[in-house]
Each structure stands twice: as structure tokens, then as C-alpha cells.
């Protein structure tokens, strides 16, 4: 009998090895996929409509003077405020509803010759926060801010924000919606290929979406429209289940 050498011993031991291996490998390949024959996982959604009970709107006013006029220029800021807060208590807004920053200084940078060589500017600023569940009166007032300009305060309106405060409830009320969502694209989907849908294997939920009517803007980490009144709530679920 032909006497094998160390070398072929050694290149047969790493060819075992190999074929091992690779019969290793075939089955745990075959056991995965066997295993992912056997389920099936799908996306359920169910949304509502809500009306938002929460409205928010920003503004400001602000005055721009130099370092001498600084003195008169918060003066004039104290006067702008006065006349703000009339304008907003003549429209029904309750002292709760207001909120007013105090005045805030930017100095302003020069940057030509020009600018350089005139005196020192600073811009005043205060922010003003509404905040109320009366939706049409915000409505209306961020629309009607021309009497405060006419006595002549530098104003600037913001659109208003609109928020639903009832979001949590409305997210645990769609979810059931949602599973039976998830189940019936499941049976849809398990029908074509000869099988049921068997027991739920796992599910998980999905961020919320707080969405204009009729949008599909949604994004992955959920999504908060606060431009309508009108809203659509959309919760999402990942349902997956045996297949038998």
C-alpha cells in the first residue's frame, strides 16, 4: 500500500474540514429560510380625524436705536407693550392666555466702511406667546394685527400652531384598529399562497403621525402637522404571525 505523506494528510484533514463546514452551513441556511416559509409579517394602520382644542400663536415687536438712544428705546419698547396687551384684551384674551418676554438686546455688527464708521446699533426685541382652546379667536386675531402697526409698533405675527391634547387616548383607541388592520392583510396575503394565519408571534407599534386631511406625509420618526385645525391621527403597527 501506497504510504501517504504528512503534507497529504494534512491537506486531506482541511479538505474534512471544509466539507464539514460547508454541509454545516448548507443546512443552517436551509433551516432559515424553512423557518422564515413559516411566518409571515405585515404592517396594520387604522387613523381618525380630530379637531385640535389647542391653539398657539407667536409674535414680537421690536425697535432698532443706537447706544445713545438706548434709554429711549426701551421707553418706546414699554410703550409698544402697553399697546399689545390693550389690543389683545380687546380681543377677549384672558391674562392666563399671555405670556410677554422681557426685552432682549442684539447688537448689531458692522461689516462695510460705511457701517462702520456710524454709530452703534441694537435691535429690542419682545416675544409675545397666546396660548388658548378657543381655536377661532386665535384664528382671528393673528389675522387682524393692523391696528397695532397703525399706532405705529413694529409688529410681527406668526401663523398659529394648532395641537390636539387628547393624543395619547386617541392612540390607545386605534391601536385595536390597527391589529385587525395587520390580521386581515395577513389572511389577504397567506390566502394566495394555500396557507392560514396562525398564532401572533410578535407585534410592535409604530410613532404616531399627526397629519394634514388626506396627507402621506409621514415620516419614521412619526410627524406633528401643527398647521390645520382638522387632523388626521395614523397609528401603525408590525404584527407577525405563523403561517400553517
Known sequence: MEKIGIGGIIAALILGIFFITGISWINNT??????SDNSLSVTGSAKKTVT???AKWNSSFSRKVTEAELKNGYAMMKSDEAIVTKFLKNNKIEDAEITISPVSLQKEY??????MDAPQEYTLTQTVLVQSSDISKITNISKNTQSVIDQGVIFSSGSPEYYYSKLPEARVELLPDAM??????????AGTT?????????????????LQPNSVDISDYGNYDTSTVEKEVMVTVKASFTLK
Open 110 to 115: 458692522n461689516y462695510s466702511k460705511e457701517q
Open 52 to 54: 385640535s382644542d389647542i
Open 30 to 35: 436551509w433551516l432559515e429560510v424553512k423557518a
Open 194 to 210: 394555500g396557507k392560514k394565519v396562525g398564532t401572533l408571534k410578535a407585534a410592535s407599534v409604530g410613532v404616531v403621525q399627526v
Open 180 to 189: 385587525k388592520d395587520a390580521q386581515s392583510r395577513a389572511d389577504s396575503i
